[in-house]
T-cell receptor
């Protein structure tokens, strides 16, 4: 079974400071990993994904994430936070070895990012 | 604009009533799915479909029915609403083929069951 953990319900960071939103995962094989963002009263939007190759993945709005296989982590980062980054962030995983039409994606419980002016 | 359209955005039901949440996409995506979002529980998969005429259960299917008569539409039916079904519902779609394909989400439907 695959699973995702986001250990922090909320992360507070001052505007202009670097931010990190943590994610760890568990799969039986190799993972596809995703980050989605949800702004208030909106659906989830794709930010970035890791498939294979370079462990540092760059995505939308200046976000990046680092895949660490030994620590089974995929933390989301940004060098300088903006107030407009305040939102709910979801990490998600899919086991590459999974077969069939299901291709289930498992989401974490979400981390609320609050950027303080 | 291309994307996933959900209706209605808000709905209040009484216990025992039935209703249908509509979902339509115009991206020719084979895979469509319904999630519910509850505080502290993230997104949980209710039902999914990999093409017209093909549906299957996700993690929390009880109390919900789906059908997929066309590629574009994937309605979610609540047969007899219960307060436990108060939630925000999201429809999402993606291209089949690669497991790395990303999901495109609708804006959500907020359902309250009294």
């Amino acid at each position: 079974a695959q699973s995702v953990a986001q250990p922090e319900d909320q992360v507070n960071v001052a505007e202009g400071n670097p931010l990190t939103v943590k994610c760890t995962y568990s799969v039986s094989g190799n993972p596809y990993l995703f980050w989605y963002v949800q702004y208030p009263n909106r659906g989830l939007q794709f930010l970035l994904k890791y498939i294979t190759g370079d462990n540092l993945v760059k995505g939308s709005y200046g976000f990046e994430a680092e895949f660490n296989k030994s620590q089974t982590s995929f933390h989301l980062k940004k060098p300088s936070a903006l107030v407009s980054d305040s939102a709910l962030y979801f990490c998600a995983v899919r086991d590459i070895a999974a077969v069939g039409g299901y291709q289930k994606v498992t989401f974490g419980t979400g981390t609320k990012l609050q950027v303080i002016p | 604009n291309a994307g996933v359209t959900q209706t209605p955005k808000f709905q209040v039901l009484k216990t025992g009533q039935s209703m249908t949440l509509q979902c339509a996409q115009d991206m020719n995506h084979e895979y469509m799915s319904w999630y519910r979002q509850d505080p502290g529980m993230g997104l949980r998969l209710i039902h999914y479909s990999v093409g017209a005429g093909i549906t299957d259960q996700g993690e929390v299917p009880n109390g919900y029915n789906v059908s997929r008569s066309t590629t574009e539409d994937f309605p979610l039916r609540l047969l007899s609403a219960a307060p436990s079904q108060t939630s925000v519902y999201f429809c999402a779609s993606r291209k089949q083929g690669s497991g790395a394909n990303v999901l495109t989400f609708g804006a959500g439907s907020r359902l309250t069951v009294l």
